[in-house]
């Protein structure tokens, strides 16, 4: 028997990143990518770009052999053509910079966010806005003490604590004003739309919570997760705080590569050098300071093999443009002496690819029995992602599949009770063009099942059969998938589809405090650097947690507001009385 090939090509995101500093001999050209939910443009370092490398990769052949790129700094950049003169720069215009930005300039800040693409960056659709009055008023108040609780027990205590208490217990007071922003400039704030957003899952045992936090804003009649332009809708929110920035007179540059800081731990950070598309270095003086919203690492991947191996396993990146998101926040900070992150790194890592992300049967949305290539059982299937994600890419051969019956219509009422009726709309057409290509594969029976997945019919056949009795007992006494997401297999046809795994981005930054400000190996805060967005360390460990979906994005706009306004009014987080 064969397997079957699914036509998913593992790792392509990868591909191309070895120009991004990601090789050791070429990690001295940076990039100042936009923040932790969005990506930018991989366009290829221009100018000086081959003088930079080699001299990182004559350091490295100094005194850098066998230490990563971050440990060894480069050679200072000094050929400086020009100098200008800020409050703030801000480096990466995705979500968090342009919260930074909204919140610096609005505060009378002379601003400026240098971005390495051509454009502002932005992903995904929704985000948390726990406990703000539009949040209350569409879904309830939430205990942020057990929300934290959650949180921070799902890193192993591993975080700072006291870092994730900020973002729950400032979060109203920052969303509240947004809200009224984005209000203004025609948006509406809706319920989250996609599809982590599981509303009835707030009332499942810890293990599973998913609470109802996060919103979607939305304009005219948009009722799904991406716009009429394509765009997904954070565009929106995303779109409104740039504007709000912009017209209080905060200056965005693009094109614009930030590969150095000025400075360093002892005596602060006064400016960053960025190289312009010409090839010409412009160094950026500041007076308040400088905020790294750069994003993730996903895009180096000297720092996946290092911090997040696991990811490698999964079939690609679905952010797209690829090349950027290469830690240079990391890169940068670690030059001047700062720490990197505590908390180990967390994969954002969910059941689907592009291809099948529209199809409501995968694992995505539904719990079906999975099986590797063995045709064994391997985990709980319930789609809450780390759980789901992790064991996928732990299995023999690093491939799976869901398997479900003829059946399925009435386990989808089941287990989506709410909205069962949109799930299947369309679905039999959905699963007819699947079957043609390939992605969903039917037999009339177990037997002939294992021989199109190419896994030993006995043992699928067994697993059917241990599932069904837990099933049936209402019990899952291997791996704890609440009863009301266990759904028989017992009625033919049988059908299967891949269990596939996507990385969205692995957050992992800089050592902060409770006020984002990066802090060194011995904790103290470096005077005039800041990270946010997924450049902030600290705040997620171990893996990306959804038990409040939309938490990233979420505080990407709360830290990024936060540190923005404190930076301009010459305070810090902790002393700000947010206005």
């Excluded at 850098?64 to 409050?87: L, R």
């Excluded at 949305?365 to 290539?373: D, E, G, P, Y």
């Excluded at 089941?414 to 369309?426: A, F, S």
């Excluded at 704890?480 to 795994?501: E, G, N, Q, W």
Aim: proline share 4%; aromatic share 8%; net charge negative.
């Amino acid at each position: 028997m064969s397997k079957v090939d699914f036509g998913i090509s593992r790792r392509d995101f990868l591909k191309g990143a070895a120009a991004g500093a990601v090789g050791i001999a070429g990690a001295g050209v940076l990039s100042a990518c936009s923040n932790s939910d969005s990506q930018s443009s991989a366009a290829a370092t221009a100018g000086n770009a081959e003088s930079q490398t080699t001299m990182a990769a004559e350091n490295q052949a100094a005194d850098g052999i066998g230490k990563h790129t971050w440990e060894v700094k480069p050679a200072p950049i000094t050929d400086i053509a020009e100098t200008q003169e800020y409050d703030i720069v801000i480096v990466g215009a995705g979500m968090a910079g342009n919260a930074a930005a909204e919140a610096a300039a609005r505060n009378g800040a002379k601003v400026a966010v240098l971005e390495r693409s051509g454009s502002i960056q932005f992903r995904g659709v929704d985000i948390s806005a726990i406990n703000s009055d539009a949040k209350i008023a569409l879904d309830g108040k939430i205990d942020i003490d057990t929300a934290c609780k959650l949180l921070y027990l799902w890193s192993q205590q591993t975080i700072n604590y006291q870092l994730l208490r900020v973002w729950a217990e400032r979060t109203p007071e920052v969303f509240n004003y947004v809200e009224g922003m984005v209000r203004e400039q025609g948006l509406d704030i809706v319920s989250a739309l996609s599809g982590t957003a599981k509303y009835g899952w707030e009332t499942l045992p810890e293990r599973w919570r998913v609470y109802p936090d996060a919103i979607s804003y939305v304009r005219g009649d948009e009722t799904g997760d991406a716009r009429g332009d394509g765009k997904q809708v954070a565009w929106n929110i995303g779109e409104a705080l740039n504007k709000s920035a912009v017209d209080n007179g905060a200056e965005f540059i693009f094109n614009m590569h930030a590969e150095q800081l000025v400075g360093d731990a002892a005596g602060g950070i006064t400016g960053v050098i960025a190289m312009d598309e010409n090839g010409k270095y412009i160094q950026y003086n500041v007076s308040k300071g400088v905020i790294l919203a750069t994003g993730d690492i996903s895009g180096n991947q000297e720092m996946v093999d290092t911090f997040a191996p696991i990811c490698n396993r999964s079939e690609g990146n679905i952010y797209t443009p690829v090349g950027c998101n290469t830690g240079d926040a990391i890169l940068m900070g670690c030059w001047v002496g700062a720490a990197i992150s505590k908390s180990p790194a967390a994969p954002m890592v969910h059941q689907f690819t592009l291809t099948s992300y529209t199809f409501n049967l995968t694992a995505f949305i539904m719990s079906w029995l999975a099986v590797n290539r063995d045709g064994n059982r391997y985990g709980a299937e319930i789609p809450f992602e780390p759980y789901l994600t992790n064991a996928r890419m732990n299995t023999p051969g690093n491939v799976a599949w869901s398997v479900f019956d003829g059946n399925y219509a009435k386990w989808v009422e089941k287990q989506w009770p709410t909205k069962y009726e949109q799930l299947l709309d369309g679905i039999e057409e959905e699963m007819e063009k699947r079957l043609e290509d390939g992605s969903l594969m039917k037999g009339d029976t177990i037997e002939e099942l294992a021989e199109k997945l190419g896994v030993p019919a006995e043992n699928l056949k067994a697993s059917v059969e241990e599932y069904n009795t837990m099933c049936k007992n209402g019990e899952d006494t291997k791996y704890d998938v609440p009863a009301d997401f266990l759904s028989t297999i017992d009625t033919a046809p049988y059908y299967a589809t891949p269990l596939v795994c996507s990385t969205l981005t692995i957050p992992f930054g800089l050592h902060v405090d409770v006020n984002s400000q990066v802090c060194t190996e011995e904790d103290e805060p470096i005077k005039g650097l800041y990270a946010i967005g997924n450049a902030q360390g600290d705040f997620f460990g171990l893996a990306y947690p959804v038990h409040c979906p939309g938490i990233s994005h979420g505080r990407c706009i709360t830290f990024g507001q936060l540190v923005g306004e404190a930076l301009a009014q010459d305070t810090v987080i902790s002393d700000l009385e947010f206005k």
